[in-house]
């Protein structure tokens, strides 16, 4: 059945909505517990039956509620069944192993292959994506650009865009103006002119441990050494490792994934964003922080940058929507703080310019305010699917089972009990089609073996759960 909503009464149910969720989260409303019936949410809230049904709808989808026939509507959701947050890291110190390779390159090689489950990379599915709506942004911007796009941008990149993004980032009260930006292709080319820009070859460069095998792999290609630093999976980065690694004197920069970490998932608080900004600028430590995922919370408001609270311009801030709404127009940028000619002058050897086209699609988008209502859906899918996952994983893996809790971002850190090795698991799982991302990538230490990540940007449908079911047989028969 579906339901026609009012648009002034779309907020209201999703209000309706948001206030039962927060009190089944919270423990307040527990599994089994019977909802109010939609007569008596029509008359407290004053709203239709149609808004009444809709914020039920939408608790339903997230698999928060459930409808008993001839009985009403019931709490599903429970704490208590949900898997227990995963471990804080301890790495040693200085890696001494190196990436793996090879296995970074056999989890790519499987996304191309037919009938793959991809719950390898963090990217969202094609059907999550507004494809039509860009692709008319492209017949637009080869109208209006000059020489319908095949002319070189500026070196700093497309000025509509840059307006954009300094716009958008009012969302994290950061101060950023337009011209303090400059476009790259995608977040990672931003971290590595960053990269290139404060850092020589030899030099120790601090991360948070795990983290995307991307920034590793980006650190080996330019001879860096790279110190990992124990990393809590709810709140981030150790301050008292960074400020002890700061001190030292033996680290030339540190890179951060401040909003929803890849893999774990985290989240620094804003004060211990304050925080980082402030020993950045103690210690004169760039701090290259990669805030790709920070558009895609499950809460009420964006959380906040580093950047927000840089006084001294030592935070060279990178995003993209890479993630979020086009991954192959490889959109990006950097706001590089005082480095800004340094990152200018590495973007002029490596590149001179970026795609003018896609810049312009991605700049209509922010401008209309389509990114926004976008990223409203994703929003929903994504964190109706980490619901889903977390009950497959508490119902189908074996016991003992940990994973992260995030609160926004496209990824799971699932850390299976100690005997199982995630590398054997991840032929087995190959074998029957279903390809995710081992522990062992996200790191150069000898560590993370029973752990992997999972994808939770797909589109959630029986296949799906049959998968995550079977890879817990395959887990519980390691």
């Known amino acids: 059945m579906k339901t026609t909503v009012d648009k002034k009464e779309t907020f209201i149910y999703l209000k309706i909505a948001g206030i039962i969720e927060k009190q089944i989260q919270d423990g307040t409303l527990q599994h089994g517990d019977k909802l109010p019936s939609l007569r008596t949410l029509c008359r407290d809230y004053g709203i239709s039956q149609n808004s009444a049904l809709s914020a039920y709808y939408h608790l339903e989808s997230k698999m928060l509620i459930e409808t008993r026939p001839q009985s009403g509507y019931y709490v599903k959701y429970s704490r208590l069944r949900m898997p227990a947050v995963a471990s804080a ?3 040693s110190g200085i890696a001494s192993f190196g990436l793996n390779e090879q296995l970074v390159s056999k989890v790519y090689d499987s996304l191309g292959e037919s009938g793959h489950l991809p719950l390898s990379l963090g990217t969202p599915a094609n059907e999550l994506l507004p494809i039509a709506k860009l692709n008319k942004g492209l017949l637009q911007a080869t109208r209006e650009l000059s020489g319908s796009g095949v002319a070189y941008d500026t070196a700093q990149g497309n000025e509509r865009l840059r307006r954009q993004i300094a716009r958008w980032a009012m969302n994290m009260d950061a101060r950023i103006s337009y011209d303090d930006l400059i476009t790259t292709s995608g977040c990672l080319n931003a971290l590595s002119y960053c990269m ?8 120790t460069v601090a991360m948070e441990s795990p983290v995307s095998f991307g920034m590793l792999q980006l650190a080996q290609a330019l001879q860096l050494k790279v110190l990992e630093l124990p990393t809590n999976p709810e709140t981030g980065v150790d301050l008292n490792a960074l400020e002890d690694a700061m001190k030292s004197g033996k680290i030339k920069a540190c890179l951060l994934i401040s909003n929803f970490s890849n893999p774990l998932g985290s989240c620094m608080p804003d004060k211990h964003k304050r925080t980082v900004a402030l020993l950045s600028e103690k210690y004169q430590v760039p701090i290259i922080e990669n805030d790709l995922n920070g ?14 609270y840089d006084e001294s311009g030592m935070v060279l801030w990178c995003g993209s929507v890479s993630k979020t709404l086009a991954p192959g127009y490889r959109v990006g940028w950097t706001a590089p703080g005082k480095f800004k000619e340094k990152v200018l002058r590495m973007k002029l050897y490596h590149a001179i310019s970026c795609t003018t086209i896609t810049q312009e699609v991605i700049a209509g988008f922010l401008e209309t305010g389509r990114y926004e209502s976008h990223l409203r859906k994703l929003r929903h899918s994504l964190h109706a699917n980490l619901l889903k996952y977390s009950t497959a994983i508490s119902a189908y893996f074996p016991e003992g089972t940990l994973t992260s809790h995030p609160t926004g971002g496209f990824v799971l850190w699932v850390e299976l009990p100690g005997d199982i090795n995630t590398l054997e698991l991840h032929e087995k799982a190959l074998a029957r089609k279903i390809s995710f991302a081992p522990g062992r990538i996200f790191t150069m230490q000898n560590q993370y073996d029973n752990c992997l990540r999972l994808n939770y940007g797909l589109v959630w449908d029986q296949k799906l759960e049959n998968d995550l079911k079977l890879l817990g047989i395959l887990a519980r028969s390691s």
């Open 196 to 203: 290139m820009a404060v850092t020589e070859k030899g030099d």
């Open 89 to 91: 890291s301890k790495p």
């Open 295 to 308: 558009d895609v919370y499950f809460g009420s408001h964006r959380p906040k940058s580093c950047k927000t």
